[in-house]
């Protein structure tokens, strides 16, 4: 709880409730800076790489790909896993953190829900391109129709991942959309700008703040976060049974839900911090998001990265001791060592050591180590994701069958598109909505000073 | 809100004056009209005594998506089109449950996420019903239907003053 005197305040300064409307909606109603128009130029070019390389696929096929029948999930596999990854924070922050009542959770849950939509949205793209003819993807969805065996296979973690990416989606952006309904009121009410006014009013539906508004407000979000926190931890065990079920060495393992969930934990996390910073030092949003907020997601980050270090170690392990030469061989010498060994210890490195900087507080309170250090993680869980796919694929059990997987031009175009529709997406954030949920803010406000009444016998705790 | 009603509305500053005027009035037998906040406060919606039985009705979605998926499944696995896989069930129940977990959660917040815009009175295109522009931004505002508050107006406009209300003043809805 932020009541002690450990944690430090959640808002510098002494702030009235209109001041923090006023400073949080500063970006919106400001004059778009420059670095605006240029980052939003680079991010438009690469977006254009992604769909002339997706105009490719589509046009000419899958063949256009490295991908070779023994490697048969390449980069899109990988990125698709890497962006579902990290479209795990918002719900993990909103709802884990909602639960664990933790306070802080406020100035940044906002940024990780906005990032947890538009990464979902990269993410979905590459099974559906993957998919081959993707516009008869409608093809998964069960219903009755005149093909052959009329069900989809219900059996098929295939399809579980269809569901659950599809559900993920659409729960993760009403829940953030709802979350933005007494803000965008708040702009509303408080605009100049009779356009602003006309919009944002659209979207807030009507809200004024009401009791019953607010009760029933309250209903909803116990009911979303409550069910969505078993989302989180669904969507990626799902994602992982993908690997799991099948019999390749190296993915045929029972560590894999959990690894996979804490991994996306992991990476979204990472993501979030890339974000704050960059929300901190270039929209001054730092005495909302303060350095101990930075400091609590970086401790979360040290525990996390001790959990993905054990599971890398007892992958590790059990391929040792199940005395499976084909497990043996895909960690030891097509990991550990062997032609995808940079792979293999760019994982290790970045999310398993480098983290462990943060139990040092000098690093925590040092905004460009943590950027540059959140930045690794990223590429450290890539790396993960490469690892998993392509070793395990490219040398299985029959040596005749082994082949080598390189990506070809049209796979980083398209994985770069999705990068430059991620920055596109979330400078658009940036620009038009709330960076920091404005209500849950102010509610928070009055735990601001810092409070010794849990010294106090008979004292109560004020949750929310 | 029904037209021409006349108000009365009292205007705080901060959460505790607001909850402490709030109380008082509650105390005096004084019908509150309606209370708009910046932000939830559970004192307020504990008192004005509303309730919602949205989590109820959320339950109820599950049990229905429960039933359906668990039924459509064994109905299309089972009864439609049974296939064969070298001797196994056709009900194969276990592995249904993935897909009823992760469907349930959607229908849940879907029809969740209907209610709420139908009871809360939130939906696309709905005009606000502004009673002070500042409710949403840094003001705690307390409204009294002048025909139905059940006390006087000197009496309870000296009530939410003795209790910090920065502000007090009548209204007419149009």
């Known amino acids: ?464 | 809100m029904i037209t021409n009603r006349k108000y009365l509305v009292g205007v705080f500053d901060d959460e505790h004056t607001l909850k402490d005027a709030f109380q008082k009035a509650l105390d005096k037998g004084v019908v509150i009209e309606e209370v708009y906040t910046p932000y939830p406060i559970h004192e307020i919606l504990h008192g004005m005594k509303n309730k919602t039985n949205i989590t109820t009705a959320a339950f109820f979605y599950g049990l229905f998506a429960v039933v359906m998926l668990i039924g459509g499944m064994y109905y299309a696995a089972v009864v439609d089109w049974p296939l064969h896989f070298g001797g196994k069930p056709f009900n194969t129940f276990p592995s249904f449950i993935v897909v009823t977990i992760v469907a349930t959660i959607l229908t849940i917040t879907i029809l969740t996420l209907f209610t709420f815009s139908a009871r809360a009175k939130i939906f696309p295109g709905k005009k606000e019903e502004i009673i002070d522009i500042r409710a949403t931004d840094d003001k705690f505002i307390i409204l009294l239907d002048q025909d139905k508050m059940g006390i006087d107006k000197p009496e309870v406009t000296k009530l939410f003053q003795a209790n910090g209300a920065s502000e007090v003043y009548e209204k007419e809805s149009n």
């Not at chain 1, 001041?19 to 420059?34: F, G, N, R, T």
């Not at chain 1, 269809?162 to 009403?174: E, G, K, N, V």
């Open chain 1, 1 to 464: 709880m932020y009541k002690t005197d450990v944690r430090g305040k959640l808002i510098d300064g002494e702030k009235s409730l209109s001041q923090i409307s006023q400073e949080i909606l500063a970006p919106i109603d400001a004059k778009v800076p420059k670095w605006w128009y240029i980052a939003m130029g680079i991010s438009l070019v690469m977006l254009a790489l992604g769909v002339k390389s997706i105009y490719i696929t589509l046009t000419q096929g899958i063949g256009t790909w490295g991908v070779n029948s023994t490697v048969a999930w390449g980069w899109e596999i990988i990125n698709f896993v890497w962006w579902i990854g990290i479209g795990h924070a918002g719900t993990a922050f909103s709802i884990f953190l909602l639960i664990l009542r933790q306070k802080w959770r406020t100035a940044i849950n906002r940024a990780a829900e906005a990032m947890t939509v538009v990464a979902v949205f990269c993410a979905a793209l590459f099974p559906l391109m993957h998919m081959g003819r993707p516009w008869l993807f409608f093809y998964i969805f069960p219903y009755p129709n005149t093909r052959g065996p009329l069900w989809v296979n219900f059996n098929s973690p295939l399809f579980w991942d269809f569901m659950a990416i599809s559900a993920y989606l659409l729960i993760s952006a009403s829940f953030w959309y709802f979350g933005m309904v007494p803000d965008f009121a708040t702009i509303r009410d408080t605009t100049k700008s009779k356009i602003k006014k006309a919009i944002y009013g659209f979207f807030a539906f009507g809200w004024v703040g009401s009791s019953r508004e607010w009760l029933r407000y309250e209903g909803l979000a116990f009911v979303l976060g409550g069910i969505a926190a078993v989302l989180v931890v669904s969507v990626h065990s799902i994602v992982s049974t993908d690997f799991a079920v099948s019999i390749e060495p190296g993915w045929h393992t029972t560590l894999f839900p959990p690894y996979f969930v804490v991994g996306a934990i992991f990476s979204g996390f990472a993501m979030v911090l890339t974000l704050v910073t960059l929300m901190k030092k270039l929209y001054k949003m730092g005495d909302f998001i303060t350095e101990n907020h930075v400091d609590a997601v970086c401790r979360i980050l040290v525990f996390i990265s001790l959990i993905m270090g054990t599971a890398y170690i007892t992958e590790i392990f059990i391929a040792w001791y199940s005395g499976s030469e084909y497990e043996m061989y895909t960690f030891f010498k097509n990991r550990i060592t062997g032609e995808y060994a940079i792979q293999f210890w760019g994982m290790f490195i970045f999310n398993a050591l480098l983290p462990q900087l943060f139990w040092s507080r000098k690093v925590r309170r040092n905004l460009w180590v943590v950027f540059v250090i959140s930045l690794f993680i990223n590429l450290g869980m890539w790396f993960e994701r490469f690892n998993i796919v392509v070793t395990s694929l490219s040398k299985n059990y029959l040596p005749a069958s082994w082949a080598e997987y390189h990506p070809t031009f049209i796979e980083i175009g398209f994985f770069i598109g999705t990068l430059g529709m991620f920055s596109a997406g979330v400078l658009l954030f940036f620009r038009y909505i709330p960076q920091i949920a404005i209500s849950e803010v102010k509610m928070i406000s009055k735990y601001n000073t810092q409070q010794t009444d849990h010294l106090k016998p008979g004292h109560h705790h004020d949750y929310e």
